[in-house]
């Protein structure tokens, strides 16, 4: 059903439209930075989302044209992360969010303007593709903050960009220009800025009109390409394949072809 939905937080906006599922961070006096209550907030909305067959693509930016999610919330950290229970408990719950977002079955795409800063890049690694527009900057500062990156999001980061460009990121903490998160194969796009809402918002159209069943098991089977030879669950990505030819979908996308004609899919 089309419509904003309650995230237990007024920082953190969701609502639903032709099949997209929109996450807004609406912290803009403070660049989006990210506090508990919002990590939190992130968790459950990517639960909604990923039960709701209606939501077929999630989409992720931040309020206020300057920045997409600036990182941590530093002005929380002497309530949130001063001890070691409480810098455990921050992470546990940061870990969950991000694999909230890396690990959802349907297509996500963050919508980056503006700062794109440490925990935000983290973020925006998890999203499937990354679109941004002209003045976006990219950066993780932690060796300027002393902060650790743990394996499981370092490792997203060189699956996406490789280790030499990865440790580039890390050892230097500078700011990188929307040109260089494309070179560095950070982020798919680069667009104009005020044309930018305008395209993410067709490309989510294009790909929610597309056979569920078939997005979904592509992105699956991708991420199982991702692993060693002999751990891909190869047995699950024929199961998917198959699943694919023995839907309702597969025949409506033959006789739409046919008749020439936009298809209508179900998702089964």
Not at 149 to 155: A, K, N
Request: charged share 25%; with cysteine; hydrophobic share 45%.
């Amino acid at each position: 059903m089309d419509g904003m939905i309650v995230t237990g937080s007024e920082k953190m906006l969701a609502r639903k439209a032709d099949g997209i599922g929109w996450v807004t961070f609406n912290n803009p006096e403070r660049h989006n930075a990210v506090s508990m209550e919002m990590w939190e907030a992130l968790e459950r909305i990517m639960a909604d989302y990923t039960a709701d067959p209606a939501v077929r693509v999630v989409v992720l930016t931040g309020a206020g044209g300057r920045a997409f999610v600036s990182g941590a919330d530093i002005s929380k950290f002497e309530s949130e992360r001063s001890g070691e229970a409480a810098v455990a408990a921050y992470q546990a719950q940061t870990a969950r969010a991000y694999d909230a977002v890396y690990d959802c079955p349907k297509p996500t795409i963050a919508m980056i303007q503006g700062h794109c800063i440490g925990g935000g890049t983290a973020l925006a690694v998890c999203c499937d593709m990354r679109i941004c527009g002209e003045s976006a900057s990219f950066g993780v500062p932690a060796a300027k903050l002393g902060l650790g990156y743990p394996l499981h999001g370092l490792r997203k980061l060189v699956d996406l960009v490789g280790p030499s460009f990865a440790k580039e990121i890390f050892f230097t903490a500078k700011k990188w220009s929307s040109e260089d998160a494309r070179v560095m194969g950070l982020v798919n796009r680069v667009v104009p800025n005020d044309q930018l809402e305008a395209f993410v918002t067709d490309y989510a159209k294009t790909i929610a009109g597309n056979a569920p069943l078939t997005v979904g098991s592509a992105k699956f089977i991708i991420g199982q390409a991702l692993k060693d030879r002999g751990e891909a669950n190869e047995a699950a990505c024929d199961a998917m394949v198959k699943a694919c030819f023995a839907s309702e979908d597969y025949v409506e996308g033959r006789r739409a072809f046919m008749e020439k004609r936009p298809p209508q899919f179900k998702g089964r």
